[in-house]
């Protein structure tokens, strides 16, 4: 079934949405206010780093299934509409700022035709739905029903592609007279994945918003239980790499996401469980998301321990060349935001250190964003000299480092392994000292 599709915003979620729209067969418009972005889009040139998204925006930009517009009318003709807005952590606070998804929707209002759904993917905090079928009731024309799913997207910077076109389940918040109509339409958009047997589950408003941040709490919460565990092995001589495997053989933990090490960053897992503790208190539940205090206090301390290790070997760091190998906050992404890495690396140079950080993919946008560090285009020009190196965001070619070569280039053989990523006997063998979050020295 190929339907006509309209994708609101343009960001890394929206922007892989509509390509992956149009792969599944759909006629698909991308929209988006910010003039730049949609010229490079129409272009078919990604505006972030995500692998196979470039090849796909080419191929379906050649089939003419997809397009891209500035113009908010351009929705019309559409039978369903994915609002794809983002939802960042207000300045100062904890608290989401859901302005850019009712001015999303409320101006995608007046353009839906009869019959046409709008679908909200944005992460907000549970209670926002109905305020945002509001809006679009406020806005529509007269004689069309005001119609909203709530489907929010779980896919992974890295494997964006991936998780959108064969995602692990589906959630259909619905709710109101329209409720079955609603799930039949989503359907026909998604009728390849589901044909393949994802899950497809049927929920109302505010549990499909829930889902998608009790998910994202859980995630960083057992990655602040891993990295907790990691500071007790730091003080008793335990070893958190063996202690995960140990206790992810047990398959009600698993070992997916006991991985310790630096922490948790990006767009998602920092923020969400931010809103979530601002919302529990709007809600006056303080004390069901107090345990989230103690996830991003464990996560924030991991980036300190890092900054604590590098004094205990350096001692005053004012003036020594510091290499920082990894920018992003996570390998196969460009993405800076909230990278544990950039926060490590700027508090050193805020102590004075020559610090010089390279990374694959993520230096333009560091570069015009974070200026501080020394942004430097080769591994080499980071080592070069260098009194240390932090390993804090495990690309490939960083663990494929040679421990023997990178030793002829620094002046001093210490490396801290921020991910638990290198080969540490390896590195030890060629006269470094490693030192491992959560492992023994
Ligand atoms: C996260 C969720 O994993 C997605 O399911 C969700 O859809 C997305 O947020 C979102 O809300 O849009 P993402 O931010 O792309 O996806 O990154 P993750 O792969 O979850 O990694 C998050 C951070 O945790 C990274 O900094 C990563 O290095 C770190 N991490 C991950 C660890 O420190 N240890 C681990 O074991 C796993």
């Known amino acids: 079934m190929s339907l006509k599709i309209s994708v609101i915003g343009t960001g890394y979620l929206g922007a892989v949405h509509a390509a992956c729209m149009a792969e599944l067969g759909h006629t698909v418009v991308g929209i988006d206010t910010d003039a730049s972005k949609i010229e490079a889009l129409a272009a078919g040139r990604s505006p972030i780093y995500e692998p196979g998204l470039p090849e796909l925006l080419t191929s379906t930009g050649e089939s003419g299934r997809l397009t891209w517009s500035t113009d908010i009318s351009a929705a019309a003709d559409a039978d369903v509409h994915f609002v794809c807005v983002g939802t960042p952590q207000r300045a100062g606070e904890y608290a989401a700022n859901t302005d850019y998804v009712f001015a999303a929707f409320t101006a995608l209002a007046p353009h839906m035709k009869a019959g046409s759904i709008a679908v909200g993917k944005s992460t907000v ?30 896919l992974r910077e890295g494997f964006a592609v991936k998780d959108t076109l064969t995602p692990d389940r589906f959630v259909y918040g619905v709710e109101g007279e329209f409720a079955d109509a609603d799930v039949e339409k989503l359907d026909e958009v998604y009728d390849k994945a589901l044909a393949a047997g994802t899950p497809r589950l ?32 730091e003080a008793t001589g335990g070893d958190v790499l063996a202690l995960a495997d140990a206790i992810g053989h047990d398959e009600r933990i698993g070992r997916k996401f006991l991985g310790a090490g630096v922490g948790f960053g990006g767009g998602c897992l920092p923020k969400d469980i931010r809103a979530f503790l601002a919302r529990g208190e709007e809600l006056g539940l303080p004390d069901s998301v107090a345990f989230l205090r103690g996830v991003d206090a ?80 080769t591994v080499d020009e980071a080592l070069d000299g260098a009194q240390i190196v932090l390993h804090l965001t495990e690309w490939k070619q960083y663990r494929e480092l040679d421990p023997a070569e990178v030793a002829t280039k620094v002046a001093n053989k210490v490396v801290i392994d921020g991910r638990n990523a290198l080969d540490g006997a390896r590195w030890a063998d060629a006269g470094f000292t490693v030192h491992s979050l959560g492992r023994p020295v």
């Open 298 to 377: 464990t996560n924030l301390r991991r980036r300190e321990r890092v900054v604590t290790l590098v004094e205990g070997a350096l001692g005053d760091v004012a003036g020594k060349p510091i290499a920082v190998l990894g920018a992003a906050f996570k390998p196969n992404s460009d993405d800076i935001r909230d990278s544990p890495a950039l926060d490590v690396a700027e508090r050193l140079v805020q102590l004075g250190a020559d610090v010089r950080v390279h990374d694959p993919e993520a230096l333009p946008v560091a570069r015009a964003n974070r200026p501080g560090p020394n942004y430097v285009d």
């Open 202 to 233: 049927v929920t109302n408003y505010a549990t499909a918003e829930l889902v998608k941040v009790s998910a994202n709490a859980f995630l960083a919460t057992k990655i602040s239980f891993i990295n907790a565990m990691a500071e007790i092995c």
């Open 125 to 154: 905090p549970v209670g926002t739905v109905p305020r945002v079928l509001e809006a679009i009731r406020e806005n529509v024309t007269d004689g069309i029903d005001a119609r909203l799913v709530w489907n929010p997207e779980f």
